[in-house]
T-cell receptor, first 114, second 111 residues
């Protein structure tokens, strides 16, 4: 099992450009999450999904959109990138059910917006 | 913010010593988890303690939870250089589907 994978690993954008980050998991998990990590601020939740076809906002959703068309994939879109979106983005997944509360993280995508 | 806070922000110890990190949070929780992050990598789950538990062990890790003080501690015994990483606590509020992460403790273990 590959676990959680993220594409791309690194990206540099100019202000106003758009891009999509792809997260894929092969563990048949229901829940998927997108976080951003900035120095000194820990991880902050952007959006999440509790199942195929569903999405919900997290703490910092502005400027981002997401889609969960397939259970194994969760896409994070930036329609018009801003320098404030320079960050490291992590995707995570977990199974449903009372005991399945551990989140499994991908390796991250380092995004720089100039 | 609903984030927890870890204390200290940074900790440097000699190999073989014990390391203790603390986490405080603001709301009632279903469980509290500790994660580890090596530099440039994703987070890895270490241990989960439920709100009705007070202490839990896993190998060299010992976690305590005091729901009356809304705090938790992570103890790593007999530290090794390979334990060098950032450690984050994360809480799941009752009824929530997501976790709130703290700001992390950066641990350095000197060989």
């Amino acid at each position: 099992n590959a676990g959680v994978t993220q594409t791309p690993k690194f990206r540099v954008l100019k202000t106003g450009q758009s891009m999509t980050l792809l997260c894929a998991q092969d563990m048949n998990h229901e829940y998927m999450y997108w976080y951003r990590q900035d120095p000194g601020m820990g991880l902050r939740l952007i959006h999440y999904s509790v199942g195929e076809g569903t999405t919900a906002k997290g703490e910092v959703p502005d400027g981002y959109n997401v889609s969960r068309l397939k259970k194994q994939n969760f896409l994070l879109g930036l329609e018009s990138a801003a320098p404030s979106q320079t960050s490291v983005y992590f995707c995570a997944s977990k199974s449903s059910g009372g005991l399945g509360d551990t989140q499994y993280f991908g390796p991250g995508t380092r995004l720089t917006v100039l | 913010s609903q984030q927890g806070e870890e204390d200290p922000q940074a900790l440097s110890i000699q190999e073989g010593e014990n390391a203790t990190m603390n986490c405080s949070y603001k709301t009632s929780i279903n469980n509290l988890q500790w994660y580890r992050q090596n530099s440039g990598r994703g987070l890895v789950h270490l241990i989960l303690i439920r709100s009705n538990e007070r202490e839990k062990h896993s190998g060299r890790l010992r976690v305590t939870l005091d729901t009356s003080k809304k705090s938790s501690s992570l103890l790593i015994t007999a530290s090794r250089a390979a334990d060098t990483a950032s450690y984050f606590c994360a809480t799941r509020q009752t009824g929530a589907n997501n976790l709130f992460f703290g700001t992390g403790t950066r641990l350095t273990v000197i060989p």
